[in-house]
T-cell receptor
Framework: DAGVTQSPTHLIKTRGQQVTLRCSPK?????VSWYQQALGQGPQFIFQ???????QRGNFPDRFSGHQFPNYSSELNVNALLLGDSALYLC???????????????FGPGTRLTVT | SQQGEEDPQALSIQEGENATMNCSYK?????LQWYRQNSGRGLVHLIL?????REKHSGRLRVTLDTSKKSSSLLITASRAADTASYFC??????????????FGKGTLLTVNP
């Protein structure tokens, strides 16, 4: 049973560029959440996708956008990159289903983004 | 913003000793979870404790929750070098029905010396 996978593992971009990160959820999961983790900090919630819609959003600017596909995989897009966007980006999946939410989130290995 | 705050920020112990980490949070919660992270990679879910529970065990892990004090503790017994990692507490924030997100603290860096 494959867990949460993310690609790429590492990425180096220049200020002002755009980046797309990808996530495949754990088999059977239908909800994907994205988190940003700066060095030495805990993960910060960016947004969550369920049924191909953004359901909740953290305190991140509109430069951060996302998408969920019919197969539940997800993308995180960041436009006009800033040096401060350098971080580990974590994807987490969970199963929500029709009866509500389940609370355990399973995390992928993350994508390390460096903006120069 | 950070909801939980772990204490201590760093902890160094010898193999075989017990390690205790604490977490405090600010708002009412439905659940509190503990995660482990090795070397800045993905987080591994350790244990979830619901707001109506006071204590929970899983193998060498023991978690307590005191909702009146808005605090939780994670105890790792008989620690091993492989337990060296950062440990985070995360609280849920239920809003808009069944939407759900996790709010993490800054973590405790545990070093277990062989």
């Amino acid at each position: 049973d494959a867990g949460v996978t993310q690609s790429p593992t590492h990425l180096i971009k220049t200020r002002g560029q755009q980046v797309t990160l990808r996530c495949s959820p754990k088999s059977g999961h239908d909800t994907v959440s994205w988190y940003q983790q700066a060095l030495g900090q805990g993960p910060q919630f960016i947004f969550q996708y369920y049924e191909e819609e953004e359901r909740q959003r953290g305190n991140f600017p509109d430069r951060f956008s996302g998408h969920q596909f019919p197969n539940y995989s997800s993308e995180l897009n960041v436009n006009a990159l800033l040096l401060g966007d350098s971080a580990l980006y974590l994807c987490a999946s969970s199963f929500r289903g029709l009866q509500g939410v389940t609370y355990e989130q399973y995390f992928g290995p993350g994508t390390r983004l460096t903006v120069t | 913003s950070q909801q939980g705050e772990e204490d201590p920020q760093a902890l160094s112990i010898q193999e075989g000793e017990n390690a205790t980490m604490n977490c405090s949070y600010k708002t009412s919660i439905n659940n509190l979870q503990w995660y482990r992270q090795n070397s800045g990679r993905g987080l591994v879910h350790l244990i979830l404790i619901r707001s109506n529970e006071r204590e929970k065990h899983s193998g060498r892990l023991r978690v307590t929750l005191d909702t009146s004090k808005k605090s939780s503790s994670l105890l790792i017994t008989a620690s091993r070098a492989a337990d060296t990692a950062s440990y985070f507490c995360a609280t849920d924030e239920l809003s808009g029905g069944s939407n759900y997100k996790l709010t993490f603290g800054k973590g405790t860096l545990l070093t277990v010396n062989p």
